[in-house]
Each structure stands twice: as C-alpha cells, then as structure tokens.
C-alpha cells in the first residue's frame, strides 16, 4: 500500500515564525503536492512537484514556498508565518507514468496549523 | 476555469438506506474524476477513479458513474451503515493544467443507527 506521511498532526506556530512542513511518501512518486483545506473553500493546491528539484505553482503559493532535494520528500515552507496561513495542510503524492492520467492521488493524514 | 460544485452539502439518512451523492462539474475537458472520503481531522482516502472514457466504476457497495457531456458524476452507497459516515468530495483532472485535481467542496454524510 502507498504511504504518505506528515512530519506533525498538530503544530502550533507564532507569528513570524518560519514553519517547515514535511511530507515522505514510499512507493517512489514522481509527482507530490501540498494542499490547504478550509471550511467553505474546500482544496486548493499551493504547490506541485513532478520531480526531484522541480516546482510549480498551484493556485496559491502567495506566503509558500517548497523544497524537493529527495525524491521521496516535499517540503512546504512558510517564510513568516501568519494568522490567515492557520489551516489543514494535506500533502498527496502520485505515480508520474507518462501519457496515463488515470493515476490515483493518495494523501497523507494532514498537519492541523495554527498560527497565534 | 473548471469548477466543481457537489449537492447536498450534508446529507442525515438512517442506517440501510441507499443513497446517491451528486458531483457536476463546468468543463467536460477532463481526464478522470476521482471519489475521496475524508473522515473528521484527517486526510483523503481515494474510493473509485473513472476515466473519461468510462461510465461507471463500482467496489463494493459504492458505485460512480460518469456523464462527462452534461458535466456530472453520481456516487451511489448501498445500504448505507453508520461506518460510512464522513464527508465525501468529487474531484477533477482537467485538461488544463493537467497536473492539477480540481475539488468539490464536498458532501458531509451522517448514518444513524
């Protein structure tokens, strides 16, 4: 089974503070993602990857960035942490097979931020 | 730009029943759709793919089917049980911009005993 972890559940950050969100996946993914979810706007994509040090921009990567030096690793990092950046954070990974996009997304448990 | 709309936002039925969940979508340009369930504080668990080219996909007591012309999927439970309460979102892979699933808000779902 693929598996998609997050470094924390919960974390509680200060405002200012640089926050690094870490997400692992096992089963050697080309593509990873970072979602934000909140109540009423549902998933929006902050950034993507589809390979090892390659970034793209989702539809709102204003405050983020990302770092992937691993394969297995995306990294989403928050420069200076606001209040309006406190949300569930959910990283997903899939398989990148070339002219096949019948490929399933998994997504790991989710990191819960708050930002005081 | 593709939008993604799913109907109710809840839905409270008793334990047995059969229930449809509704998912429509702007844009037919689309690869697949995709069925997650998503239990309260937690991540996306994917429950059925369908291609394009495809009408439908069942596991188990679940069943989607694919209107890709009129813009709309349909997730149907079977003899719904209290386990099968969480919330359940519809997304899309569009043409554009490709890389990217394009979400639904979802439909939180409750089974009473």
């Known amino acids: 089974d693929v598996k998609v972890t997050q470094s924390s559940r919960y974390l509680v950050k200060r405002t200012g503070e640089k926050v690094f969100l870490e997400c692992v996946q096992d089963?050697?993914?080309?593509?990873m993602f970072w979602y934000r979810q909140d109540p009423g706007l549902g998933l929006r994509l902050i950034y993507f990857?589809?390979?090892?040090?390659?970034?793209e921009k989702g539809d709102i990567p204003e405050g983020y960035s990302v770092s992937r030096e691993k394969k297995e690793r995306f990294s989403l990092i928050l420069e200076s942490a606001s209040t309006n950046q406190t949300s569930m954070y959910l990283c997903a990974s899939r398989p990148g097979t070339s002219g096949v996009w019948t490929d399933t997304q998994y997504f790991g448990p989710g990191t819960r931020l708050t930002v005081l | 730009k593709q939008e993604v709309t799913q109907i109710p936002a809840a839905l409270s039925v008793p334990e047995g029943e059969n229930l449809v969940l509704n998912c429509s979508f702007t844009d037919s340009a689309i690869y697949n759709l995709q069925w997650f369930r998503q239990d309260p504080g937690k991540g996306l668990t994917s429950l059925l793919l369908i291609q394009s080219s495809q009408r439908e996909q069942t596991s188990g007591r679940l069943n989607a089917s694919l209107d890709k012309s009129s813009g709309r999927s349909t997730l149907y439970i079977a003899a719904s049980q209290p386990g099968d309460s969480a919330t359940y979102l519809c997304a899309v892979r569009p043409h554009t911009g490709f890389q990217k699933l394009v979400f639904g808000t979802g439909t939180r779902l409750l089974v009473s005993p």
């Open positions: 089963m050697d993914h080309e593509n």
């Open positions: 990857s589809y390979d090892v040090k390659m970034k």
